[in-house]
């Protein structure tokens, strides 16, 4: 284990971020070239193999976040304190260290186990602060906008190789620190240091992958993403055609240069909504255990790269500290460790664990923003522009940019006997009407209300699960659209259901507290 206490090392991490499981440091050599380091909890020297806690890690496999909380893999003891790459303390980390070029080339790599003491532990916010200041020169700000510099040639490299710079709405909630209600809601943002620190944690992720494919052939865990089949854009470039752009999908990089050209001049989001929509067309990344696949069954697509897997998280993700202990014993020969690092077959099986318990953590947040969602709009009538990002056979789906959340407006009732307003034409991937006067298709600009359903669906109190209902205003559709005289009927009505209600707090209250007593949220 080396000893880089000296080194100035920083964390950039979101606001509030107690796990933080990456640091960084940056500094020009002699030579001219720069020296590039990414500092990992070293949770591999407290976690041992076969050990309660490592079984318990294995089993839970991942950190499960939710709006309000966190579902730890580890321990509190560990996740948010010893294993933390914190400021002001000294901390085991397993190092990668690059020296680079100008040009942000590798010229060398090395990894090693290391004690660190990181100088400044940021928040995304604050590393940018310095980047932009003039008058901050120090060390640790030297550093970061050295890492910036390095960071955009790496981007770029990526880019021209063909991966792809995709979107997903992502929602943030401001809750208030006595109620946990949700006061507040609203798209993440993004600056230029997230960038910063994703460059370097896919670099340290592609050196590794490196690293122990070569030491393990048939046993390292690694991550592939498989190209998406054609089929899969079907919809979307029927969708495309009505407005002259065609999506190239023959390579990531085709992908990556037709998604760039697909500008419309008089709606700056909608090459946003396209990345999105597209990033629904992909395949999903999978763990698996390089013995079951053959090497040109590595890539992952979306990052065009030949080869990678997860280093970079090990207090939430147990695939990293598998890799941890790959990589230990790829550098070190007299490290030791059970005999599952050369079992092809428990390798594979604990894939199969770690892919269900991501999609399981990735439905649980899912369902905790919807809840939060619905919490914030109870009582509430809001009146929202939006686009159709989905056509189905009974309604469509809407994406209300400035919240970040999607809802489905229905073309039917549940109490209508009739026929829908709109019939779904399978041809065309739209919802016409009968006359053919009017018609729904994706990427449509639409206005929608947003409230609450409140219909109880009966007395007890697992039924108290909510759904957010949208209703149509714009375009004008009979017997879907709201009228003007039903707009203020349901403007009167979010008001009168504030009275003699349930709190926010209270429903909030009874989940946190009583989760027995509540079955279906």
């Not at 880019?159 to 792809?164: F, I, K, P, Q």
């Not at 590595?298 to 695939?319: D, E, K, Q, V, W």
């Not at 770690?354 to 990735?362: C, D, F, P, T, V």
């Not at 009582?379 to 209300?400: A, R």
Request: hydrophobic letters at 35%; charged letters at 25%; aromatic letters at 6%.
């Amino acid at each position: 284990r080396q000893d880089i206490r000296d080194l100035d090392i920083c964390s950039i991490d979101p606001p509030g971020c107690t796990d933080i499981d990456d640091a960084l440091h940056a500094f020009e050599l002699p030579n001219g070239n720069y020296q590039v380091g990414v500092h990992i909890a070293d949770v591999t020297n407290f976690v041992k193999p076969n050990t309660a806690m490592d079984k318990e890690a294995a089993h839970r496999s991942t950190t499960v976040y939710l709006v309000d909380r966190r579902i730890d893999m580890l321990p509190e003891l560990l996740g948010t304190n010893l294993c933390s790459l914190m400021s002001n303390v000294d901390r085991l980390a397993f190092s990668c260290i690059w020296e680079m070029d100008q040009e942000a080339n590798i010229v060398n790599v090395k990894f090693h186990k290391s004690v660190i003491h990181s100088k400044a532990s940021l928040t995304y916010e604050q590393a940018q602060d310095r980047i932009d200041d003039p008058n901050m020169n120090d060390t640790i700000t030297k550093g970061i906008r050295t890492l910036n510099m390095l960071a955009k040639k790496l981007r770029k490299r990526r880019t021209d190789a063909g991966a792809l710079t995709l979107s997903s709405p992502e929602v943030r909630f401001r809750l208030e620190n006595d109620s946990q209600d949700p006061v507040d809601v609203e798209m993440k943002a993004l600056k230029e240091t997230n960038a910063l620190v994703e460059e370097f944690m896919l670099l340290a992720n592609i050196s590794v992958a490196g690293k122990i494919y070569e030491h393990f052939p048939d046993s390292a865990i690694l991550r592939r993403h498989p190209e998406p089949p054609a089929q899969n854009f079907d919809n979307l470039q029927q969708a495309l055609k009505h407005l002259g752009i065609q999506l190239e999908t023959g390579s990531s990089l085709a992908l990556a240069q037709s998604l760039d050209r697909a500008v419309l001049p008089d709606d700056p989001y909608f090459n946003n909504l396209l990345r999105i929509l597209t990033t629904r067309c992909m395949m999903q990344a999978q763990y698996f255990c390089s013995g079951t696949c053959t090497p040109e069954d590595f890539r992952h697509y979306g990052l065009a790269t030949g080869i990678y897997t997860h280093f970079t998280s090990p207090i939430r993700r147990y695939a990293d500290v598998m890799v941890h202990r790959l990589l230990h014993s790829a550098i070190d020969r007299d490290a030791s460790f059970g005999s599952e690092l050369t079992d092809k077959t428990k390798m594979s099986e604990q894939c199969d664990v770690l892919n269900h318990r991501h999609r399981m953590a990735q439905q649980a947040g899912r369902a905790s923003v919807e809840l939060y969602t619905n919490l914030f709009f109870k009582g509430k009538t809001v009146e929202e522009p939006g686009y159709v990002t989905q056509i189905l056979q009974n309604g469509f789906s809407v994406l209300i940019p400035s919240y970040g959340i999607e809802g489905v407006v229905y073309t039917n009732s549940k109490d209508s006997s009739g026929p829908p307003a709109l019939e779904y034409v399978k041809e065309d991937h739209k919802l016409v009407s009968s006359d053919s006067s009017s018609s729904i298709e994706l990427f449509q600009r639409v206005r929608v209300i947003l409230q609450v359903d409140d219909k109880p669906v009966s007395a007890n109190v697992s039924s108290m699960r909510r759904k957010l209902s949208l209703r149509l205003i714009e375009p004008q559709i009979k017997d879907i659209s709201v009228t003007i005289d039903e707009l203020k009927l349901l403007r009167a009505a979010a008001q009168e259901s504030r009275k003699g209600k349930m709190s926010d707090d209270k429903i909030i209250e009874m989940v946190s507290k009583h989760p027995e007593e509540v079955k279906t949220i």
